[in-house]
């Protein structure tokens, strides 16, 4: 059982990444996922959620900027970030069922 991150990358500011997970051997409509985000010597916060009824949930800064959606036909979970900011720099991680993706280094820096 894995959930596997794709997506990262470095931007400038204002401009957009998505970040995808997808699962194996879950099927990930049934359970909440969460966006995680680490910063630079920072605890991990809680990002964005979607509940298993779809359901979406969007936390302090990046609301307004930030889309989490899920494609039951791909098993897959994304995070649409829009009008990135350098504060947004870090390691996203989603999670499901108890179960972490490896992670995805967002950097966003002029």
């Known amino acids: 059982v894995q959930l596997v991150q794709s997506g990262g990358g470095l931007v400038q500011p204002g401009e957009s990444l998505r970040l995808s997970c997808a699962a194996s051997?879950?099927?990930?409509?049934?359970?909440?996922t969460d966006w995680y985000r680490q910063g630079p010597g920072q605890q991990r916060e809680l990002v964005a959620t979607?509940?298993?009824?779809?359901?979406?949930i969007i936390q302090g800064s990046a609301k307004g900027r930030f889309t989490i959606s899920r494609d039951n036909a791909k098993n897959t979970v994304y995070l649409q970030m829009n009008s990135l900011k350098p504060e947004d720099t870090g390691v996203y991680y989603c999670?499901?069922?108890?179960?972490w993706g490896q992670g995805t280094q967002v950097t966003v820096a002029s």
């Open positions: 979607i509940t298993s009824g779809g359901n979406t």
């Open positions: 999670t499901a069922k108890g179960i």
């Open positions: 051997e879950i099927v990930v409509s049934l359970y909440a």
